[in-house]
C-alpha cells in the first residue's frame, strides 16, 4: 500500500506538477539564521526584509504543523508576445498564483483539496508563501538554489513554488544532479545593471529593477537607479536569462489564459493613456503588487522606459504626461522635459511646447 507521502506525490504529478517533496518542520529552523545573515551582509534593506520576517515564525504561527509539501511548476513554456519580451517580468506575465483561468491556480486548488481529503490539514499562502520556499524546495531535494539567488531545476528558473503546512509528520525526500554553477562565472551579476546583485547569493532589495517597478519605487522622479531599468517596465529578469543554466529553456509551446488578449494594451502609449476603469478590471488583478489605485506607478515606469529608449515618437505621449492628474507623473515627464530639451521650464504647457520642437531620436 502507498504512504501518504507517495500518495501526495503521485497527485502533484498526476496534476502537473514538474516536482514534490515534503520536508519534516524542523528543517527549516536554520531558515530564521540564514535571514539574519542575509540582513547583516545588506544592512541596507534591512527595512524591505523586516516585511519578511513572518517567514521564519511558521511554528510560531502554525504551533500545529509538523510538516511541509513544496511543490515545483514550470511556466516556461508560454508564448510571449514580441513587444513584451525584456519588458515585462515573465513571472508577472504568467503568474499562477492569482490567475484564476490559468491551469496552474485550479491545479493548487485541486491539490490542497486532495491533502485535505487525506485528512491533513492544512495551511497555505498562494501570494507570498508560508516559508522560505527557495530553501524548503532545496532541503527536500527539487533543485538547488543558484548564484542569482533564483531556485533551479532540470527546468532552470523558470519555475514558481508552492508549499502547505500539514500537522503530521511526513518526509519525502529527493535528489538532485544538478551541476553546481561553473567555477568563476559572474554572468548574473555583471548583467544586473542597478548593482542590486552585488556578488553571488548577495543582493539589495532596494536597488533591484525588479523590486523598484513593481511595489517599491515610490517616488522615481528622484530614483538613482531609474536609469538602470534599460527596457523593463515592470519586473526584471536580466540576471536569469544571462544565466548558462537557463539556456534554451524557454520553450514557447502553450498560450497562458488572457495574456495575446491583454498584451495590445501593455504598450507603453497605451499605459500612458489607460483609464483607471480599465486598468482595475483588466490589468491590477494580474499584477498584483500595485494597488487598484496605482495606474500612475505604470506611468511612470513608462515614462522612465521612455526616457532610457527616447525616440521622437514618444514625443506625444511624454507632453501628455505632463499635464497627468497624479503629481508624480506630471514629475515624471517635468523630468524628461527638462533633460531631454535642455531649457528652463516653469509648467506643463511650456514643457509641451518644448517636446513639441524637441529634438529627434
Not at 535571514?35 to 515564525?57: C, D, H, S, W
Not at 532545496?138 to 538547488?144: C, D, E, H, P
Amino acid at each position: 500500500m502507498s504512504t501518504i507521502e507517495q500518495m501526495v506525490q503521485t497527485r502533484a504529478y498526476a496534476l502537473g506538477y514538474e516536482k514534490c517533496g515534503i520536508i519534516p518542520i524542523r528543517e527549516m529552523d536554520d531558515y530564521a539564521d540564514q535571514f539574519e545573515e542575509r540582513i547583516r551582509r545588506v544592512p541596507q534593506a534591512k527595512g524591505f526584509y523586516e516585511r519578511m520576517r513572518r517567514l521564519t515564525n511558521i511554528r510560531q504561527e502554525f504551533p500545529w504543523a509538523k510538516s511541509i509539501v513544496v511543490t515545483v511548476a514550470n511556466y516556461g513554456k508560454y508564448k510571449i508576445p514580441e513587444h513584451l519580451k525584456d519588458r515585462i517580468g515573465r513571472m508577472y506575465l504568467f503568474d499562477p498564483r492569482i490567475d484564476s483561468g490559468s491551469e496552474e491556480f485550479h491545479n493548487s486548488l485541486s491539490m490542497e483539496k486532495y491533502l485535505q481529503e487525506l485528512g491533513l490539514r492544512t495551511a497555505s499562502n498562494r501570494h507570498y508563501g508560508l516559508v522560505g520556499l527557495r530553501l524548503a524546495a532545496m532541503k527536500a531535494g527539487l533543485g538547488t538554489i543558484r548564484n542569482n539567488n533564483f531556485f533551479y531545476t532540470e527546468s532552470g528558473s523558470w519555475v514558481s513554488l508552492e508549499g502547505w503546512a500539514t500537522d503530521q509528520d511526513l518526509e519525502l525526500i529527493e535528489t538532485t544532479s544538478l551541476p553546481a554553477c561553473p567555477t568563476g562565472c559572474n554572468r548574473c551579476v555583471a548583467a544586473c545593471t542597478s548593482g542590486s546583485l552585488s556578488a553571488p547569493h548577495t543582493m539589495s532589495p532596494n536597488s533591484c529593477v525588479s523590486f523598484l517597478t513593481t511595489f517599491g519605487g515610490r517616488d522615481l522622479p528622484n530614483e538613482p537607479h531609474c536609469r538602470s531599468f534599460g527596457n523593463w517596465i515592470y519586473g526584471c529578469d536580466a540576471c536569469q536569462s544571462v544565466c548558462q543554466m537557463n539556456k534554451d529553456k524557454w520553450q514557447e509551446t502553450a498560450e497562458f489564459p488572457g495574456v495575446s488578449d491583454l498584451a495590445p494594451y501593455l504598450t507603453p502609449e497605451s499605459i500612458l493613456e489607460m483609464e483607471h476603469a480599465f486598468y482595475r478590471k483588466n490589468v491590477q488583478p494580474k499584477f498584483f503588487y500595485l494597488k487598484e489605485y496605482e495606474l500612475w506607478k505604470w506611468k511612470v515606469n513608462v515614462l522612465c522606459f521612455m526616457r532610457n529608449n527616447y525616440r521622437s515618437s514618444y514625443r506625444p505621449s511624454i507632453a501628455a504626461a505632463c499635464e497627468n492628474e497624479n503629481e508624480k507623473v506630471r514629475d515624471m515627464a517635468l523630468v524628461i522635459c527638462r533633460e531631454l530639451y535642455d531649457g528652463e521650464y516653469s509648467t506643463p504647457q511650456e514643457s509641451n511646447e518644448m517636446v513639441a520642437s524637441g529634438p529627434d531620436d
